[in-house]
Each structure stands twice: as structure tokens, then as C-alpha cells.
């Protein structure tokens, strides 16, 4: 947790999402506000079906909400294009999945420098840092492997060590730990705050567990469209 | 290498992993596709140069007549002969003749050639299956295997030639007997116009049969090794002017040349399906990698990527396929080109077909010859339209919204 609040990374205002199933209306998101601080972790949860992955997915510019506005580090960008979000993800957003969505056919170095290339880093310096990183988390020894040959709890490491090879401001993580037993997910949870700590990396953590959620600087909880603090 | 390409080749060929059978097929297609191509184009491009070399071989390079009798020949020989870039000029006479033996009639064309000159023009001493060169004279014929054939005659026969003059004498009420003359050689070209009726005789007693006195119709020419034969006609057309007309090979064949490019080039047209075939196979297993690999093609757009660049992974395969389709498709042309005659025995021994491919394809080996042309417009069309094979499934994964590809189970 920061000692000092920090600059607003990402605020969202007034965030709606419908979804229609035939006749049927659904109202995930009502008006969703939220502000994320620099270095600040904040938890969502929330019943299955609440809408949080919904929420992240608007946050981190994979989808459009039906009204609201966006800001990332003060810029609007609700009403641009995938593809201007695409690039403008690149640098600021971090991103972990639950199922770790890891490259099959890369190594774990080659998994981590990807985000880089993606963002078109020197392919050399990136190498170095995706060293540093998974020897960080833990995989030092592991850096040639294929995914097929790591287990769940080494590839979420790997997804964490990506999310932050770009340095991004922020980190979304949608439940991180989903997969994991319960010894793994606890490493991993003591990973992902004591990186983004260590680096003032502001993280959105999406989580069903209440101890990991405690843990985070602030807990919100996404109730029948709505967030609550 | 950019990322979108690492990923495309990755999928393609997995770090230690075995080879995906989907890359296997892919490639196989491709390869067999272009090998066929390689295969029959330079096949088709042996015979078509083998027709030519016969063609400049029994006509020389350029004719130069004048429509009519050209009668001091020996001094447009020798001014033709100064020309640079000629090599060798023979005079000839042409018509037809009847001819015949064992009361077996022929109408050839016959050309009246002088011995000393045509052999510097016309091999024809490699024509010439029985009988010699050297024993032509006034009083003999050498006759094509086809006539040959037609009329029974053989080496040594007597055949009786009768001009187109006989009715000139027939209509002057004169006595006309026909020339008597023997059979001192069989000879074949290989090209069936000339091998089913034709014969030769001396020019002096073509002279005779048709009236010309000391005229000849024409001059072959045979140029040096590679002299341009447009430029050679238009220098030797300069410098003869009116009332001679210099005709290349390539003129006077022009028909039988277009149709001959267009076999092959419909050929080629009709083949390039076999590729297009394998590149909807390509298309096919792109389109089921898309599904696949939805999850990862929403995390590449979550981790920044642009939809062009998404597109470009697959595009990307497709590509990769062709090239490696091609390369592989030339190597396996390579073996089977160079091992073809070997092939063609085998199966003739094996069919006991031997004797079949000479008499009806006048070839025991295959001839075959590589064009670069050829090559280049193989492998070229081949990787675009393998790269093209890639373009919807590339298209159906930059559509793909990140959050559903990112939710797809």
C-alpha cells in the first residue's frame, strides 16, 4: 500500500453494460465508478456472474461499455478504437488470467518477452529483464521450458512476470489464483502484491477469495451491477 | 524476426515437439503440387526444344528466296556467306514429284539439294538410317522411311519419279518417260511431316524434273551459336534488299510454334490447380487452427497486438508453407527429372513397351530441360497463393473480439 496517494492510472465513470439474450435484458453494469492510484491494490468481489471479468475486460479496453467514460492516466479513451486501445495498452496495462494463457509453443522467456515485442522493445534488453524477472519469481532455472512442462502454479509465475515486463503503471488481474490449490494460490497472491508493491505497480485484483481480497489497500465488492466499497 | 512471424513459424514447427501433422500435410501438398509443375513443364520444354533443334536442323535458321527462281545462287552464296553471323548456306529446289514402285504410287515433297553445301546446313548424315550421303548423284534418291515404307522400296530399289512437267509434255502431244532412279538411302528426321513423304535428290536433277535450268527456289542459312536470329534475318535482309526475302524458322513455323507454347502454357494453367487444391487444404487447417488457438489470438490483443498484426500470424503460415512447399517441391522435381530415364526403363522393361516408345515417341530418354522463366513463375505463384490460402483464416481471427476470444472455451 502506498504511503502517499499517488496520481489517478485509471478512472472509470458511470460504466453501463447490458447484454441481451433474445428478448432478455441484462443488466451487468449499472454505473460503475472506480479510481485506481498509483502503487494502490484494489480487490473486486463478487458472486459468479456479477459481471467482474466484464468490469476488467471494459477497464483494460478489451471491451466497450455501453455508457460511461474511461480514463487511462488521464486520457479518455472510451470511444476509441480496439485498435488505438490495443496500442495504448501496450506500456500501461499488465494483464493475468486465470488459466495463465500462456503460448504453448514458447518457453517461458520467449512468453515473457513477448508483451515486449508486442510493444517493440529491443528484443536484447527485454531478454535481460525477462531473466531478471522469472529469476524473480522463481523460475530462474526454468527459463527454457515449454509451458506443457511447468505447472499451474509456475506458468500463473510466468503470466505475472509478463504482466510486468512492459512496466506497465497498472496490473488487471482476474483471478489469479482460480486454478491453483491452495498453497500454490497463496504463493502466488504473496508474488503478485509484493511485486506490485516493490515496484508502485497499482494492481486490480478480481478474486472470490475474501483472505486474498483482504490483502489488497482497498476491497470493493460488484453487486447486482454496481460497485460497492 | 518480427514477433507476429516467430509465432506464425512456432505453430508451424514447435520447439521440441514433433512436426503437426497439419504442417506435414500442408507442406506435402505444396511440395508434390510444384514437383508436378517442375516435372511436366520441363518435360514439355525438352520436347519443345528437341522440335526445334529438329526444325532449325531440317530448314536451317533463315530462308532467303525471292517467291521465284533465283538463278545466279552461287554469287548471293557467297554474299550471304560474308554476312556476320552466318555459318553455312546450301541452295535447294523444292516440289512435288510422283513417285513409283511395285505400281505403289507416292506424292512427296521432294527437295533437290547440292551434297557439298546441305551437309554444313542439315545433318543429315545423323538422319540417315541405311544407305550413304556420299552415294548420291543425278541418278539416285534418297527417300523418307514413311515412303519408304508406303512404297516397299528399300536401299537399292529403282523407283520412277514423274515431274509436274509431264502434262506440260502430255499436252504438247510429246513422249514422256519417267526418270528412273535408285534408292541409295532411307532417312528420318523424327518429325513426322517430314518423315512420312518426303525425298531428296541432287539439285541438278530437281533442275531437271522441274525446268529450272541453273536456278534453285532457295537458300537455307545456318547461323553461328548464339546469334540473335532477328537481328541475323534483319542484317541479312538489309543487306540483300528487294527482290530477296530473308524468313527465320521462327516465321515460317509461327503456327506450329504458338501452338506448342500454348499446350505447355494450358498445361501449366491446368496444373497450377493441383496447388490450388492444396492451398484450400491450407486454408482448411488454418481455419481450424483459428478455433483452436481462439484464446491465444484474444491474449495477443489483450498484450497490445493490432488486429493487422493477429491477421499477419496466420497470413504468416501460409506463407511459410508456401516457401517451404516450394523448396521441397523443386528438390523433389530435381530427383525425379535426374532419375526419369532410369524410371522410363524401368517401366518399359517391365511392360516390355521398349520397342512401343521408339517407334511412336521416336525418344528411348526423355528429354527434359529446365527454364529458369519456368521456375520463377512456379515457385512465385505458388507462395502467393499459399500466402493467399492464409488470408481468411487471418481475416477471421483480426475480426475476433478480444474479450469473447479471451472467454472462448
Known sequence: MSKEPGRVVLAAEDIVKTYRSGERRIDVLRGVDLAIREGESVSIRGESGSGKTTLLNILAGLERADAGRLFWQGEQVSGRSLNHLAVRRRGFIGMVFQAYYLVPELNALDNVILAGRIAGKNTRLLRERARALLARVGLAERVDHLPSRLSGGECQRVAIARALINEPPLILADEPTGNLDERTAEDVIDLLLGLCRETRTALVLVTHNAEHARRTSRQCRLHLGRLEA | ?409
Open chain 2, 1 to 409: 524476426m518480427p514477433w507476429p512471424l516467430q509465432i506464425a513459424f512456432r505453430q508451424l514447427f514447435p520447439a521440441g515437439k514433433r512436426l503437426p501433422f497439419f504442417t506435414f500435410v500442408a507442406v506435402v501438398g505444396v511440395m508434390l503440387g510444384v514437383a508436378v509443375l517442375i516435372v511436366v513443364l520441363s518435360v514439355m520444354n525438352g520436347f519443345g526444344n528437341q522440335i526445334r533443334r529438329m526444325v532449325v536442323d531440317t530448314q536451317g535458321h533463315v530462308r532467303v528466296d525471292t517467291g521465284g527462281i533465283i538463278y545466279h545462287y552461287n554469287e548471293l552464296r557467297e554474299k550471304v556467306l560474308a554476312i556476320e553471323g552466318v555459318k553455312a548456306v546450301a541452295p535447294f529446289a523444292q516440289g512435288m514429284v510422283m513417285i513409283q514402285h511395285a505400281n505403289r504410287p507416292g506424292f512427296p515433297v521432294i527437295q533437290g539439294i547440292d551434297p557439298r553445301h546441305e551437309a554444313e546446313v542439315v545433318p543429315m548424315e545423323r538422319f540417315l538410317k541405311s544407305g550413304a550421303l556420299e552415294d548420291l548423284d543425278d541418278d539416285s534418291i534418297l527417300l523418307s522411311s514413311g515412303l519408304a515404307a508406303d512404297l516397299g522400296a528399300r536401299v537399292g530399289s529403282e523407283v520412277e519419279v514423274y515431274s509436274p512437267l509431264v502434262l506440260e509434255k502430255l499436252k504438247r502431244d510429246e513422249i514422256f518417260l519417267p526418270q528412273r532412279m535408285r534408292v541409295v538411302g532411307i532417312f528420318e528426321t523424327g518429325w513426322n511431316q517430314i518423315d512420312t513423304n518426303s525425298a531428296i535428290c541432287t539439285l541438278r536433277t530437281m533442275q531437271d524434273l522441274y525446268a529450272l535450268g541453273k536456278g534453285v527456289h532457295a537458300l537455307k542459312v545456318r547461323l553461328q551459336d548464339g546469334v540473335d536470329i532477328d537481328e541475323a534475318v534483319a542484317r541479312i535482309q538489309q543487306q540483300l534488299g528487294f527482290p530477296y526475302r530473308a524468313t527465320s524458322w521462327l516465321d515460317s513455323n509461327r503456327d506450329f510454334l504458338f501452338v506448342l507454347q500454348l499446350e505447355k502454357n494450358m498445361l501449366m494453367f491446368l496444373l497450377l490447380f493441383i496447388i490450388l487444391v492444396a492451398s484450400f487444404s491450407i486454408t482448411n487447417s488454418l481455419l481450424t487452427t483459428v478455433v483452436r488457438k481462439t484464446r491465444e489470438i484474444g491474449l495477443f490483443a489483450a498484450l497490445g497486438a493490432r488486429t493487422g498484426q493477429v491477421a499477419l500470424c496466420f497470413c504468416a503460415q501460409g506463407l511459410f508453407i508456401g516457401v517451404l512447399g516450394t523448396l521441397f517441391g523443386f528438390a523433389l522435381a530435381a530427383l525425379a527429372l535426374h532419375f526419369r530415364n532410369d524410371v522410363i526403363h524401368a517401366f518399359a522393361r517391365l511392360t516390355h513397351s521398349e520397342a512401343a516408345l521408339l517407334r511412336f515417341y521416336q525418344f528411348a530418354n526423355l528429354p527434359a530441360e529446365y527454364s529458369a522463366h519456368d521456375l520463377t513463375v512456379i515457385a512465385v505463384a505458388t507462395v502467393i497463393i499459399s500466402t493467399l490460402a492464409g488470408v481468411l483464416p487471418a481475416w477471421r481471427a483480426a475480426r475476433m473480439r478480444p474479450s469473447e476470444a479471451l472467454r472462448s472455451e
